[in-house]
């Protein structure tokens, strides 16, 4: 008896993390009573674990459990693959399914039923149960491998049970303790759809096809729902990484963020925090503004270019120079910036009228020196343009100041702009520029020549250029 309670109280999450390094653990079914023996014991108990079963049963945190009464919360033995230990992992949902065909796979005196297309771990990569071969050496919880014996492929009308483990989706199943991962036999749920677009948004949720599923009672209802808008997958997974595990079985809530998913939906969420943003996308959402550009750019990112070719653009940009740490201004920058890779880059020269600050921070810089931009840096083709923007900064700051960039990475966003005739070349936040030159004014110089009604101090100009 005492034996027994010392190999009882190993029984724990604890102590396996202690001893698992150097015991091999083994369970022994005895009158509904579990014990666990150490390897020394195994030669004498290996012939024990192979009692013929009726019912799937799977090895749990107190022993082996009928995988009909698997519930919820519950604690099962799972494998790390990257480590290759067995730890305890909880069950995050459970799901019934009926299946039209089953494989019984026969391992020494224990049977296994299996939908064909469950996988089972085998030589380091997880192979579909119906594409298993006689012979095959599976991974048992022992850490130790057992040859299949046969298996059969049964034609039946059965409900069987499955559910979601928690980090590493897999347990073990059957007295043997033979490992499979948690995925199931969804792929014959997926073949009575004809929609293919559906089939790959869902195979590509990889292990999170299973609690995809899970989220839904009656999973075929789903499939019809979702062959017409596969994109709500998509929705599905943006509320799903962003831990909204109730809107995420929404069908209307996955609606509204299917088109979101580049940007995440706490981004998405702290975009709309932006009131000016706001107003562009719902004009953009319930058709009041019409989208000139939704073949090339999606919603969100023909929301944030407009949104920065508004007179807006500029309390959003002081933002970014002033190191706003805001959710709304992160999100945003990070969405124009994506929405500008979708841009050609434009490589040439362009012009930049500036004002009194900008024009203090060039100033303390030396020749070679790098451009501190932090914010998005707007130029354009048309040096006119450029020579509007300065004498504004002179009305506003008392100074102004020509730029010129040579550009490398530009993003023409004139055929986007609501303003075409500024001709804008759009440079993303972080881009690196170093100081050329500086040329103070002279009576010709090009910029004093071309507008010469204004003051002499437009005739500075500075050359700088794109890393």
Request: aromatic share 12%; charged share 25%; hydrophobic share 35%.
């Amino acid at each position: 008896m005492l034996f027994k309670k010392f190999f009882e109280l190993l029984f724990s999450q604890e102590s396996i993390n202690h001893f698992e390094d150097y015991i091999f653990f083994v369970f022994i079914q005895q009158s509904n009573q579990f014990y666990l023996f150490s390897e020394a014991f195994i030669s004498y108990s290996y012939f024990f674990r192979y009692i013929p079963v009726k019912i799937n049963k799977l090895l749990t945190r107190t022993g082996y459990k009928k995988i009909e009464d698997v519930r919820v919360g519950d604690w099962v033995w799972s494998y790390n693959e990257k480590t290759g230990r067995q730890e305890l992992k909880q069950v995050t949902s459970t799901v019934q399914l009926k299946a039209s065909s089953l494989v019984l796979l026969k391992l020494g005196d224990e049977q296994i039923y299996a939908t064909p297309n469950h996988p089972f771990y085998l030589e380091g990569k997880w192979v579909k149960a119906g594409n298993l071969s006689q012979g095959d050496s599976l991974h048992l919880f022992c850490s130790r491998r057992l040859a299949l014996d046969s298996l059969v492929k049964v034609d039946t009308n059965a409900r069987v049970y499955n559910f979601s483990v928690t980090k590493h989706h897999n347990y073990f199943v059957g007295k043997a303790g033979v490992l499979v991962h948690n995925a199931n036999g969804y792929d014959d749920l997926l073949a009575r759809t004809n929609s293919q677009p559906l089939k790959d948004k869902i195979n590509a949720l990889g292990n999170d096809k299973a609690k995809f599923l899970d989220d839904f009672k009656d999973v075929d209802a789903v499939l019809a729902k979702f062959e017409a808008k596969p994109e709500l997958v998509d929705g599905w997974r943006v509320l799903d990484e962003a831990g909204e595990t109730a809107l995420r079985k929404d069908i209307g809530e996955l609606q509204k963020v299917a088109s979101i998913k580049q940007v995440g939906y706490k981004d998405w969420v702290n975009l709309l925090k932006n009131v000016e943003f706001k107003k562009i996308y719902d004009g953009f959402k319930n058709g009041s503004v019409a989208r000139k550009h939704s073949k090339e750019l999606s919603l969100l990112e023909e929301t944030s270019i407009k949104f920065y070719t508004n007179e807006t653009y500029f309390k959003f940009n002081n933002a970014l120079i002033q190191g706003s740490k805001s959710d709304d201004t992160l999100a945003l920058e990070k969405l124009l910036n994506k929405s500008l890779d979708k841009t050609p880059s434009s490589p040439g020269k362009y012009y930049r009228g500036i004002g009194k600050p900008e024009i203090a921070m060039l100033n303390k810089l030396k020749i070679g020196g790098e451009v501190p931009y932090k914010n998005f840096v707007s130029t354009s083709s048309d040096i006119g343009t450029a020579g509007t923007f300065a004498r504004k900064n002179n009305t506003k700051t008392g100074e102004a100041a020509l730029v010129i960039i040579e550009s490398k990475n530009g993003k023409n966003i004139k055929k986007y702009s609501d303003a075409e005739f500024e001709a804008e070349v759009l440079h993303k936040s972080g881009s690196k520029f170093i100081l050329k030159s500086i040329e103070e004014n002279k009576l010709l110089n090009a910029f004093e020549h071309q507008f010469d009604y204004m003051p002499p101090v437009y005739g500075r100009k500075y050359t700088i250029v794109e890393k």
